[in-house]
């Protein structure tokens, strides 16, 4: 079964960095694109970033374009967020999916993480 795990969030202050890791089972990792969301209270659930299936092309956020990295390790089945110079305006909860392709245009998630409690605050 495809599985997805988010670990690594935590409380950061403002301006601090974090990396939050996503572990893949269950399915031919290297076939599909990959990407993060987040939900904060009250808020819609919204894309943060997404890599394609063989790392080569990335999608970010206006909002976090600058700040965040996603990469993607196909020999570890893990995808990464490595986010920087954090806001409180991204505190949420960060959630791992699996695209419906292989191209970071694919225009929906099939298979989604928990999720893990991303919290900015001094």
């Known amino acids: 079964q495809v599985q997805l ?3 690594g ?4 202050q403002p301006g601090g960095s974090l990396e939050l890791s996503c572990a893949a089972s269950g399915f031919s990792f290297r076939s599909y694109a990959m990407s ?10 919204e894309l943060v970033a997404a890599v394609s299936s063989g790392g080569q092309s ?7 374009k600058d700040r965040f990295t996603i990469s993607r390790d ?3 089945n893990t995808v990464y967020l490595q986010m920087t110079s954090l ?4 505190t949420a909860v960060y959630y791992c ?20 409690q991303v919290t900015v605050s001094s």
């Open 87 to 90: 806001k409180p305006e991204d």
């Open 58 to 64: 990335t999608t970010y956020a206006s909002s976090v």
């Open 36 to 45: 993060w969301f987040r939900q904060a209270p009250g808020k819609e659930r």
């Open 97 to 116: 999916s699996r695209r419906s392709a292989a191209s970071v245009w694919a225009t929906r998630s099939d298979y989604w993480g928990q999720g893990t």
């Open 74 to 76: 196909n020999a570890k």
């Open 5 to 7: 795990v988010e670990s």
């Open 9 to 12: 969030g935590g409380l950061v």
